[in-house]
């Protein structure tokens, strides 16, 4: 019933009871945590090495998954009455991925990895279209998402990095200086 190995990841839906865990074993588990119940299992190739329920901002109806693999490759899913279905997969990264965020107001998917890149997707309920990355001088140890979800800040190495996400008209941009509040 538990995954066959380490859980890498844990999140909640934004919209009920439900967790999704992410596994060494290559499987994603939906859980109903007010029965204790095992609700759905998706197994893939690569071990799952992080996950992230997306806010109602990305799917109102709070059924949408992103997950994170070893082999580097990000897959968004969809928790349905009859299992986990396969939305969108990108190679995005040469290495594990560590970290995976959806911005607040739900147009994009951020993912920091060991190849010493994050990674930016454009979310859409159709799927999900690479935006570009940036590169760094470390892997991210943590990442978030500020409130009006124009930037990104990541902690690599000793520092914080405040990272502009790409658009149609825009260039990332990356700042190093420490943020107003430390």
Do not use: Y
Request: proline share 5%.
């Amino acid at each position: 019933m538990f995954h066959a190995g380490g859980i890498t990841g844990l999140d909640v839906s934004p919209a009920g009871h439900i967790a999704v865990t992410s596994g060494a074993d290559g499987s994603v588990r939906a859980w109903d945590f007010a029965r204790g119940a095992l609700l759905h299992t998706s197994r893939f190739g690569a071990a799952a090495s992080a996950c992230a329920w997306a806010s109602t901002a990305v799917d109102p109806t709070g059924r949408t998954i992103g997950v994170g693999f070893a082999d580097g490759t990000i897959r968004v899913l969809e928790c349905c009455a009859d299992g986990l279905r396969l939305v969108s997969a990108l190679k995005t990264h040469a290495a594990r991925v560590r970290h995976l965020l959806f911005s607040p107001d739900g147009r994009l998917l951020a993912t920091g990895a060991d190849d010493d890149t994050v990674f930016f997707v454009s979310v859409r309920k159709s799927g999900c279209a690479p935006l570009g990355f940036v590169q760094l001088a470390g892997a991210p140890s943590a990442m978030c998402w500020a409130d009006d979800s124009a930037r990104l800040v990541v902690a690599c190495e000793d520092e914080l990095l405040r990272i502009t996400p790409p658009g149609e008209n825009v260039d990332n941009q990356v700042s190093s200086a420490p943020p107003p509040f430390l």
